[in-house]
């Protein structure tokens, strides 16, 4: 079974600087690598390029934190045992939280763009940021994924984890 990428454009001003489409695959691709199984979790990972305010109803509605985020990953229920599988989850972005993110951080759009797909995919397959060992995992994979994508550590300036969902 193959893994099935399928992004979504839902608010207007995501394919200004780039192609969204292009670099959920790109971002998704390199962070599936050589991570075995995970294709066989679900044959399809959906990227959702929102606005703020639908980031904000998502996170109000599921975390109850009634503020806009930059990223909310939604793993899929699986099904029972024996049934085939359904698919990993949903990566929701919010368009205005990123560019204002990747401006205040002297960061590329694209590139703090891919950061966030990659840390979505890797909440669905099981990374979390709840413990310090836990985010410094999680940031070592990261780090790792994009520098195959050309993209330097994102954890030399300031963002941090925990400011995601």
Not at 54 to 80: C, G, H, Y
Not at 104 to 127: N, P, R
Request: proline residues 7%; negative net charge; hydrophobic residues 40%.
């Amino acid at each position: 079974m193959s893994l099935a990428i399928e992004p979504v454009i839902d608010a207007p001003g995501w394919s200004v600087d780039f192609d969204p489409e292009a670099l959920a695959h790109t971002s998704i691709e390199a962070a599936a690598r050589n991570r075995s199984g995970v294709a066989d979790q679900g044959p399809e990972v959906c990227v959702i390029f929102t606005s703020d305010g639908k980031m904000r109803e998502l996170n109000r509605d599921w975390r109850k934190i009634d503020k806009a985020t930059n990223v909310l990953s939604f793993p899929a229920i699986q099904p029972p045992k024996g049934a085939p599988p359904m698919g990993l989850g949903d990566i929701f972005l919010g368009l205005e939280t990123v560019q204002r993110e990747a401006a205040e951080q002297g960061k590329s759009f694209h590139d703090h763009t891919a950061h966030l797909i990659v840390h979505g995919f890797l909440h669905l397959i099981g990374y979390d940021h709840e413990t310090d060992s836990e985010a410094a995992d999680m940031e070592g994979e990261e780090t790792v994924i994009l520098a195959t994508l050309g993209i330097a550590n994102p954890y030399d300036g300031e963002w941090r984890p925990e400011n995601a969902g």
